[in-house]
């Protein structure tokens, strides 16, 4: 599985295009029901090919003409923007200002780097599965705010390819979300701030609002395995030195004490634990807030979103499904159901798929030469024998609960509308898949 | 809305008709008034509501907004100009009525510019701000409603559900239990600035807000819609500045609040040119001030500040051919050739006294044109001091006219809150040693008047520092008089009903 060269990428991006990405899943996404005219033809994307060179601005017509396009131009990553008032592919031949972003989906990405400051074990693009806890509790809290509190309900969470996760909130109001609404939700979920120069990051008041209280019951279950254990970060004085620049001073020595009796970093926490909650009662201490113990769980474990990424509604993030040209491994969704097990290092490469692709052709090909099937046929059962099935069949379930959502839309638009619906949309999209 | 086209009649509406037009004593002006009116009562609205909004900025510079004495003070000047502002008084169509048909007024003269727009907004907040926070408990729901806020309070029931989350939550919020504390349910998106910073509880899409964080939610939804409607009105102003009823009105009001435009003085020819230098230090504004001492030390003044100065030395009484002395002699020392100046100079000034070409009679620039027109870039004097002067600057400035440390810090203070006109005020204050400058300050003119007044002890002096306080009547009244006089003149005799105003208001316009 690992042996991923980027030089065959060419080759390898062709079969994938050709025999394994999921396209009528993709335009199902991204049409989102027909309900809007012309969704899908004013939505951007844009493209990276070979030799670095990016085209913005590519739209399409219809399904067809995507996989038509894609095959065409091979591209090493594909990222998806906004859409817009008119065809992107067009934006040139309208009226100055004419041409605005309208709607986008809105997106997080989380990114591993931005944590280097509390994981010992990698650092900058490397990732490994010490560390990837960190990308599981930023799933699960921030999922969670998505969906309790702000009543989301169409969420997609994927595997960036490398050494992060992007999500994809696709609810038809939250697209529609202006740039000042998406910077309040990114505000609303971001609690760790400063950058390098700041030593503690986390600031909690005396009164403790339900997102955080809630943030930290979610921290608290995996805190012992990731912080104490796997990241051990209170093994020896250079890495417990870090915590107790959190602490106030007056409580220095007697830790240091403490720390160097104890034999393990679960030892030195239970202390920690005990001398803060003293501290805490005596100390009314403008730098330190009441609840020092939970400022450092937070300052390790809480998720550090880009703000950048979100606010914008013309901004690009990668396509789910691209591949990653360095490491290989394709972005796929990531089951909510399992992300505890989700292991980002048996995320199948390209190289791997397609391998897996020209095995089971070759014995296809021995096992049904007499049969005649259509080539649509073939392409749609291709990815479900490889390594791929189970990350599209996530996608799947994903797209069934937007389609009912959408139906109910559907109904209301269609008295007038139908005529409008069947003659633009279905003439193009051939066979169903 | 259609336009009714009946000439001269006033709807009058029965009792309970007129209590249904205007249920509340105060609202969000969502539609356009739609009834005739005369073009009298059309300006007197429109000034009296203008007198109200200085009145408002005025009284939230002197005092803590929300005080009982800013409270007191605006009530008192909301029932002086008959704008409504209290549930339950007697008689209150007619303040409702006047209170909205001038709102809509204003709109027109106050969409025309970023500045103006931006004030107008202001004032209008303070305003609703304050009418919102007199209202009765019982009454806040009833008017929520009415005005399609989908602000619902919700029941106990719910309340109990979540009153740790919602108790946690909110900073405005203190106890253990909410007890009557009324929580309003609404979607997150309007809640924007109290979600972004965490300090509401939000569950399945919806911010559960305590009644007193309702306030700023709605003064921000009153602020967005209130910015698009004067944009939207802006649109349409090329139609309004087509009617020549209009026209004057609406530029006189958005220059000047009370209408005095010292274009005509009762002491013409009464100052001689040699008084102008001890005049500059002693009764003129510092705008004025400097232009003059730039004039006096360069020997001449650029385009803006020949305006600018020139048209306020008309305004404090020097005739034409004073004028032509005045600035003739000064450019000669700056070796201007004296055919140089015939030719280029002399007409324009003739231009300004209306001797030449349209024949217009100049009026001499009020503060807020001064404030918000031809900003000066370098080697210019014009503009406003308190406004176009780096703070530094002005300070030295300041202490060169030995202004107190007490008085520039104050002044300085009052620049940082970019109440420029208020910061002359107290300049006034300052040099003529009194605590009070009795006047609200809109025009130079008008700063030397007054200053006229007090060091030549005449009859219409307002405060003698050594007499006990006496209420005296605001000079505002005496100007009311001036004032329409003053538009009267303008319009001279047109009194015709006007055209339905919804057009200019409304999106399809």
Redesign the interface.
């Given at each position: 599985m690992e042996t991923f060269d980027p030089t065959e990428l060419p080759e390898l991006l062709k079969l994938y295009y050709r025999r394994l990405f999921p396209y009528s899943q993709y335009y199902r996404w991204l049409n989102y029901g027909g309900v809007i005219k012309n969704y899908f033809q004013h939505r951007e994307f844009s493209f990276t090919l070979k030799d670095d060179i990016y085209i913005r601005y590519q739209s399409f017509n219809n399904q067809s003409d995507l996989e038509k396009e894609m095959q065409k131009m091979n591209p090493y990553k594909i990222d998806i923007g906004a859409v817009y008032s008119h065809r992107p592919n067009q934006h040139n031949t309208v009226k100055l200002g004419a041409f605005q972003a309208q709607e986008k989906e809105l997106v997080f990405d989380i990114d591993m780097t931005d944590y280097d400051d509390v994981r010992r074990c990698c650092s900058s693009a490397d990732i490994c599965p010490k560390c990837w806890t960190l990308m599981t509790m930023a799933i699960r809290i921030i999922d969670r705010a998505l969906k309790e509190d702000f009543g989301f309900k169409h969420r997609l969470w994927v595997y960036s390819g490398r050494r992060g996760v992007h999500c994809w909130v696709c609810d038809e109001s939250v697209r529609k979300l202006s740039s000042a609404v998406r910077s309040g939700i990114v505000e609303y979920l971001s609690l760790v701030k400063g950058g390098q120069d700041v030593k503690k990051k986390v600031h909690l008041s005396e009164k403790i609002h339900p997102f955080i209280r809630k943030s930290i019951n979610i921290i608290k279950k995996y805190f012992e395995e990731y912080a104490l254990v796997n990241q051990d970060i209170l093994e020896n004085k250079e890495s417990w030195d870090k915590i107790l620049a959190l602490v106030p001073e007056t409580i220095h020595d007697e830790l240091q004490q403490s720390f160097q009796k104890s034999h393990n970093s679960l030892q030195r926490w239970e202390h920690l634990k005990k001398v803060a909650s003293k501290c805490q009662n005596n100390i009314k201490n403008d730098k330190y807030g009441p609840w020092l113990e939970w400022e450092i769980m937070l300052q390790y474990c809480f998720p550090r979103l880009d703000i950048n990424v979100s606010k914008g509604i013309n901004h690009l993030l990668k396509s789910p499904f691209s591949v990653h040209p360095k490491t290989g491994r394709i972005s796929v969704p990531i089951d909510l159901q399992k992300v505890d097990q989700f292991d980002p290092f048996t995320v199948p490469t390209i190289s791997f798929i397609c391998r897996e692709l020209d095995a089971i052709s070759t014995n296809e090909e021995e096992k049904e030469e007499n049969e005649a099937e259509s080539d649509v046929k073939h392409r749609t059962r291709d990815y479900k024998k490889t390594s791929l099935a189970p990350y599209v069949k996530v996608f799947e379930h994903f797209l069934e609960n937007l389609d009912k959502s959408q139906k109910g839309e559907l109904l209301k638009k269609s008295d007038t509308h139908m005529c409008d619906y069947w003659m633009n949309n279905d003439s193009e999209l051939g066979k169903p898949g | 809305m259609e336009f009714s086209g009946r000439k001269w009649k006033t709807l009058r509406l029965a009792g309970d008709q007129r209590n249904a037009s205007y249920p509340h004593c105060l609202q969000f002006y969502l539609q356009p008034p739609c009834e005739n009116i005369s073009l009298i009562e059309f300006e007197n609205l429109a000034i009296d509501r203008v007198k109200l909004l200085k009145s408002v900025e005025n009284l939230g510079v002197s005092y803590m907004k929300g005080t009982e004495q800013y409270q007191s003070k605006l009530e008192s000047e909301l029932r002086k100009l008959k704008f409504s502002y209290r549930e339950n008084l007697e008689d209150e169509y007619e303040p409702r009525r006047r209170d909205h048909i001038s709102h809509f007024i204003l709109r027109l003269a106050y969409c025309q510019s970023e500045e103006l727009r931006r004030w107008f907004i202001q004032q209008e907040m303070d305003l609703l701000r304050f009418r919102f926070s007199i209202l009765p408990k019982d009454k806040i729901q009833d008017f929520l409603k009415d005005s399609q806020l989908q602000f619902e309070a919700i029941s106990d029931e719910e309340k109990t559900l979540r009153d740790q989350?919602i108790i946690?939550?909110s900073?405005s919020l203190s106890g253990l239990k909410l007890g009557f504390e009324s929580i309003y349910k609404i979607p997150?998106?309007d809640a924007?600035d109290l979600?972004?910073?965490?300090k509401v509880?939000?569950?399945?899409?919806?911010a559960y807000v305590p009644l007193k964080d309702i306030v700023a939610i709605i003064l921000n939804e009153f602020r967005a819609k209130l910015s698009k409607a004067l944009a939207l009105t802006a649109r349409s102003l090329p139609a309004v500045q087509s009617d020549e009823r209009l026209q004057p009105l609406l530029n006189h009001l958005s220059h000047s609040y009370t209408g005095q435009d010292y274009s005509t003085q009762g002491n013409v020819g009464k100052i001689s040119l040699d008084q102008i230098d001890s005049l500059s230090t002693k009764s003129f504004p510092p705008c004025m001030r400097q232009l003059h001492k730039a004039l006096r030390e360069n020997h001449h003044l650029r385009h803006g500040g020949r305006m600018q100065y020139g048209l306020f030395l008309k305004g404090i009484g020097l005739t034409l051919e004073q004028a032509l002395q005045f600035w003739k002699q000064e450019f000669i020392k700056g070796k201007m050739d004296p055919d140089k100046f015939d030719k280029g100079y002399s007409y324009n000034i003739r231009h300004s006294f209306g001797k030449e070409g349209k024949r217009t009679d100049y009026t001499p620039f009020s503060c807020l044109k001064i404030i918000l027109s031809n900003p000066p870039s370098q080697g210019d004097y014009h503009g406003c001091p308190f406004r176009h002067s780096d703070p530094e600057l002005l300070k030295q400035k300041l202490q060169s006219y030995k202004i107190s440390p007490g008085g520039i810090s104050q002044i300085l203070d009052l620049v940082k809150g970019t109440h420029y006109q208020v910061a002359c005020q107290k300049y006034f204050e300052m040099i003529h040693n009194v605590d009070d400058c009795g006047f609200s300050l809109n025009h130079p003119n008008q700063f030397f008047c007054e200053s006229q007044r007090i060091l030549n002890g005449g009859k219409d002096i307002k405060k003698e520092p050594i007499q006990p306080e006496t209420p005296q009547p605001k000079p505002s009244v005496q100007k009311t008089k001036d004032a329409s006089s003053a538009l009267a003149s303008l319009n001279s005799s047109l009194e015709m009903d006007m055209e339905g105003l919804e057009d200019y208001f409304s999106e399809d316009s």
């Open positions: - | 989350e946690a939550s900073p997150f998106a924007l979600f972004r910073g965490r509880y939000l569950e399945d899409g919806f």
